[in-house]
C-alpha cells in the first residue's frame, strides 16, 4: 500500500455515492467488486477467469461478492471466501490491501441491498449464518453441499430465511470464455485438482447475483486515501 494510510472506520460510511446524496452501509448489504471488460492485470488468474466466464465483453464484470457487517462501534467487516482467507471475516481494511490492483488503484466496488424490507430488517440473521460458515475452506471444486464454499456460494447459503428459503438462486454454471473455450486458469486449476471442469452444474457466480430482482443499488465506494 505504500504506507497510505486508508481511513476507513467512519470515512467510508460517508463515502457512499449515490449520484445525488450519500448513504450509510448496513449490517447484510452486500459488497460487489467489478472491474473493466478490457481489464488485463488479473489475466491467467481466477479473478479473470471469472471475468471471461460469467461476464460481457461490453461491461464491467463483477468478479467477487461479500457481507457487510456494521458493529456497535461503526466499525465496518467483510465476511467472504477467498483463496487467501478461506470463509473468513476481517476488517474493510484488510479486505482493500487483499483488493488493491496492482497499479496501487482499487477496483470499483457497488453496495447491494434488499429491496424486501422484511428480509431488510432481518439482515443479521443472515449475516449471523455467514459467520456460522466461517472457518471452512475455499471450494475449488465449485461444487455444492461440500462443506466449501466460493464468494457467491457463500452469500447463497447464508441468506436463507428462518423458513428455509433462499433469497438467492442458481443456475447452471459456465467456465467457458464468449468464444466457447475454457481459460487456461480453469483448465489448469481442474487438472490440478483431478476434477472435471464442473461445466452446466448448478451455481451462482457475481455477475448473476448482481442482477437479482431482490436486491437494490445504495451507491459505490469511493475510498479516501491519506
Known amino acids: 500500500m505504500n504506507m497510505k494510510r486508508i481511513c476507513f472506520f467512519v470515512l467510508f460510511l460517508l463515502s457512499l455515492t449515490t449520484g445525488k446524496s450519500q448513504a450509510q452501509v448496513r449490517t447484510g448489504d452486500l459488497l460487489f467488486v467489478g472491474i473493466p ?6 489475466d491467467d ?13 461490453d461491461q464491467l464484470n463483477y468478479i467477487h461478492v461479500a457481507v457487510l457487517e456494521v458493529d456497535e462501534n461503526e466499525h465496518v467487516w467483510i465476511l ?29 466496488m457497488m453496495v447491494m441491498r434488499l429491496k424486501n424490507k422484511k428480509y431488510a430488517k432481518n439482515a443479521m440473521d443472515f ?15 465449485f461444487m455444492p453441499d461440500n462443506r466449501l464454499h466460493y464468494c457467491s456460494e457463500l452469500v447463497y447459503d447464508a441468506y436463507v ?12 454454471m459456465n467456465f467457458k470464455s464468449e ?5 487456461p486458469y480453469w483448465v489448469q486449476l481442474f487438472q490440478l485438482i483431478g476434477q472435471p471442469i464442473p461445466q452446466g452444474e448448478p451455481g451462482t457466480n457475481p455477475n448473476a447475483m448482481f442482477k437479482e430482482k431482490c436486491l437494490k443499488k445504495v451507491g459505490t465506494i469511493d475510498v479516501e486515501e491519506r
Open 45 to 57: 488468474s481466477m479473478s479473470g477467469a471469472i471475468a471471461a466466464s460469467t461476464g460481457k465483453a
Open 179 to 183: 468464444d466457447g473455450t475454457f481459460p
Open 127 to 141: 449475516v449471523e449464518n455467514a459467520k456460522k460458515i466461517c472457518g471452512e475452506g475455499y471450494d475449488l471444486y
Open 37 to 42: 471488460a478490457d481489464y488485463t492485470i488479473f
Open 161 to 172: 430465511t428462518r423458513e428455509g428459503k433462499h433469497l438467492f438462486h442458481t443456475a447452471p
Open 80 to 108: 467472504d471466501a477467498t483463496l487467501k482467507h478461506g470463509v473468513d471475516r476481517h476488517p474493510f481494511d484488510t479486505f482493500l490491501v487483499d483488493f488493491t490492483l496492482k497499479d496501487g488503484s482499487y477496483p470499483y
